[in-house]
């Protein structure tokens, strides 16, 4: 049973860092991509970053590009999403997602974990 966690929201000030965790199971962690997702208040999802640990390939969104940092710890079947200067518009619900095609579009993944609130103060 494919099973993601994702953890590490909280509330920060613009400028600040976080850093999100996605503990998973249930899946070839080596064979898969795993992405990070977000959707702000009356906005639609949004592609944020994915690693595919088979090819050693990432890939950001221009919005977060030079901002945000994607990493495994294969070990620890754990994808992490570091978030540096953070702006207002960074608030969101950011969610993690599981799949065997690449992608920053959601429909290439069929699993997805509950999301983690990130709040950034202005």
């Known amino acids: 049973d494919v099973q993601l966690q994702a953890s590490g929201g909280g509330l920060v000030q613009a400028g600040g860092s976080l850093t999100l965790s996605c503990i998973t199971s249930?899946?070839?962690?080596?064979?898969?991509?795993i992405a990070w997702f977000r959707r702000a208040p009356g906005k639609e999802r949004e592609g944020l970053s994915y690693?595919?640990?088979?090819?050693?390939?990432?890939d950001y969104a221009d919005s977060v590009k030079g901002r945000f940092t994607i990493s495994s710890d294969i070990a620890k079947r754990t994808v992490y999403l570091r978030m540096d200067r953070l702006k207002p518009e960074d608030t969101a619900v950011y969610y993690c997602?599981?799949?065997?095609?690449?992608?920053?579009?959601?429909?290439?993944?069929?699993?997805w974990g509950q999301g983690t609130l990130v709040t950034v103060s202005s």
């Open positions: 690693i595919n640990n088979l090819v050693g390939d990432t």
């Open positions: 997602a599981a799949g065997i095609i690449s992608a920053l579009w959601g429909d290439a993944y069929d699993h």
């Open positions: 249930g899946f070839s962690f080596e064979d898969w991509a």
